[in-house]
């Protein structure tokens, strides 16, 4: 399903204004972003090697952080993420990324600038959900309502994203929505930073998952008064950026104390 990416070489690519990566903020975000791919897999986010978490580079906004092609999240390390440009152009680091992983990341890094971190992902319970009739998520839970008025749905299943057409086509679906739900195919999730990303990703998942729960009884599913979603997704959102960074620092912990080499 994965697919190796026929690079291109960009002019200057290696030259003498090659970008200093190796500051403190850089290596902290490769740190928390290969938590995040350790813990997406403990979780069951992840599906084989063709999933892809990126992250626009700490003081570069044309370079971004990206798993490389044909690893496992559980496998990854900090040191072990690569470095690209919009080119296809490897910056940094071993190997190079899915073709998919770059021609989705690299265009909504390049056309929504908001989006500083990108995680799609195969996950089970969001990904059936945009299977179905309708609009994928029922604000009903309380988990949901998180999401309230922050997601999109691109209902155009295009097949695979091998050329910077189609991740143009993806990225235009974004707007000003958080999540986006892909058709057939998974779900998208952009965020200002790393902790907001990896928050939301989780708790998306944990929100599809009792809504297919509660579809399961045959019983209908009965949405929040849209009033009183709005005020709950509010009381929420003022508190996320901070919730984030804790579930984030929680999450480091928890690989700090059974499972440090993410580290590496």
């Known amino acids: 399903m994965a697919h190796s990416l026929k690079t291109q070489t960009a002019p200057g690519a290696g030259g003498p204004n090659q970008p200093a990566l190796d500051s403190e903020e850089v290596w902290q975000a490769r740190v928390d972003l290969a938590a995040c791919f350790r813990m997406a897999a403990r979780h069951g986010l992840e599906e084989g090697i063709c999933n ?6 700490p003081g570069y906004d044309d370079l971004f952080l990206v798993n490389p092609y044909g690893y496992a999240f ?8 690569l470095v690209c440009d919009f080119h296809g152009n490897v910056v940094s680091g071993a190997g190079q990324p899915e073709a998919t992983a770059f021609y989705i990341h690299a265009r909504i890094h390049k056309n929504v600038p908001r989006a500083k971190v990108a995680f799609h992902t195969h996950m089970p319970y969001a ?6 009739e309708g609009e994928p998520l029922i604000f009903a839970g309380q988990t949901a309502l998180k999401f309230y008025g922050r997601t999109a749905f ?19 679906t974004i707007g000003n929505a958080d999540i986006v739900f892909m058709k ?3 779900v998208m999730v952009v965020a200002p930073n790393i902790a907001e990303a990896w928050d939301d990703l989780y708790y998306l998942e ?16 009965v949405a929040v008064d849209p009033a009183i979603a709005e005020a709950a997704y509010r009381q929420m959102r003022e508190g996320d950026p901070e919730s984030a960074r804790l579930h984030l620092e929680a999450i480091k912990r928890t690989l700090d104390a059974e499972a440090p080499s993410y580290r590496d």
Not at 154 to 172: Q, T, V
Not at 206 to 219: D, E, I, M
Request: proline residues 0%; negative net charge.
């Open 52 to 57: 892809h978490f990126s992250a626009v580079v």
């Open 74 to 81: 559980r496998e990854l390390t900090a040191s072990m993420l």
């Open 127 to 132: 990904t059936a959900l945009s299977m179905t």
């Open 154 to 172: 691109d209902r155009n299943y295009n097949g695979l994203a091998l050329d910077e057409r189609e991740g143009d086509r993806i990225a235009s």
């Open 184 to 186: 057939h195919h998974g």
């Open 206 to 221: 944990r929100a599809c998952q009792v809504q297919t729960l509660a579809l399961s009884t045959g019983r209908e599913v």
